[in-house]
């Protein structure tokens, strides 16, 4: 969390901040570029940049479809997620997973600045990279539970200013700057909001000991599941990947995962639809088209259990460009509940 009065500061932190504070707000151009990443088998697009000065502001609870990721650069404010408050001071990294009913409240007395930043994870349709580290990183970045860290002695400030001054004054080659920045942005953040073994390469296991099966085996089921989303997938073939009995590999499944293969498989194609509902480079793609680039072949199935995962419909959805804003009592309400 966030620093104490006497607690030391890496050099050049506070100069950081200063720019930040003076360019941050360039960063708001780079909406008008197609930026994105690739890494270990996904594909990573921006959605969003923004910007907010140090003065009193508040937005009200939403949720995305993408991950939203604010740097604080000054000052404090609260960030509310899931029925807890937070309080977040400079420095200091908070997400929003999709699906995560959330809203940000700037302090009056000491308000803080921001900038801002969304991504969308599909599936890259290759295999090149899983079970490597960068794969590692990624499942848990987007399966895990933190949403704050403290990063000011990190690079996330630092390629987030050279984002924001490249943006300001573009250079020979900027748009693979802007690329290779991005790449590094993913990767800082999933460092800084993941569990600390995923930051560390993992060596592979003595030889001696064979892995048994049990949370590698289905982590290689549920790598199977998000390769293959897009088409009809069957349990027989789901089992064959770890060399189980189907009853075993259903068994296993839902004992480390928490759920069903099918439960599992359904959440993976409507996180996708829904990302690609709001990809800017799909708005004129039919939500058919999507629905069957997602392994829907029904339109009307596809519609009831994305109006049953989602809470809106694939239509609204696009209309909101991905917000959905939400009545401040009935989130009180449901999260009592």
């Not at 039919?286 to 997602?294: E, G, Q, T």
Request: hydrophobic share 35%; aromatic share 8%; with cysteine.
């Amino acid at each position: 969390m966030s620093t104490g009065g006497g607690e030391a500061r890496a050099p050049g932190t506070d100069q950081t901040a200063d720019g930040l504070r003076r360019s941050g707000a360039a960063l708001r151009l780079l909406r008008a570029e197609r930026v994105g990443a690739r890494l270990a088998g996904r594909r990573i697009e921006f959605v969003d940049w923004g910007f907010y000065a140090p003065e009193p502001w508040r937005n009200f609870p939403h949720v995305h479809s993408c991950y939203e990721l604010c740097y604080t650069y000054a000052g404090h404010g609260t960030f509310r997620v899931g029925g807890t408050e937070r309080p977040i001071g400079p420095g200091e990294l908070f997400l929003a997973r999709p699906g995560d009913v959330h809203d940000i409240v700037a302090d009056e007395s000491d308000p803080m600045g921001i900038v801002y930043w969304s991504w969308a994870v599909l599936q890259d349709g290759a295999t090149k990279g899983a079970g490597t580290d960068a794969a590692d990183l990624m499942d848990a970045f987007t399966t895990g539970e933190h949403r704050i860290a403290h990063v000011a002695d990190g690079p996330v400030p630092q390629i987030l200013l050279q984002l924001a001054r490249e943006a300001a004054e573009p250079g020979p080659g900027s748009a693979e700057m802007i690329g290779s920045l991005a790449s590094a942005l993913v990767v800082a953040c999933a460092r800084a909001l993941s569990e600390p073994p995923s930051r560390t390469p993992s060596r592979t296991p003595s030889r001696q000991a064979p892995a048994t099966p049990g949370g590698p085996t289905v982590t290689t089921m549920i790598r199977y599941l998000h390769d293959n989303y897009h088409r009809p997938v069957r349990m027989p073939e789901v089992a064959a990947q770890v060399h189980l009995s189907e009853r075993h590999a259903a068994r296993l499944f839902r004992k480390f995962a928490g759920c069903t293969v099918h439960a599992y498989l359904a959440r993976c194609r409507l996180e996708a639809a829904a990302q690609l509902l709001c990809d800017p480079g799909h708005r004129d793609t039919p939500i058919a088209a999507i629905a069957r680039s997602c392994g829907y072949l029904d339109r009307r199935h596809f519609s009831e259990s994305f109006q049953r995962h989602w809470g809106v419909s694939p239509a609204d959805l696009r209309a909101h460009g991905g917000t959905t804003h939400l009545a401040v009592s009935s989130v009180t309400s449901s999260s009592c509940k």
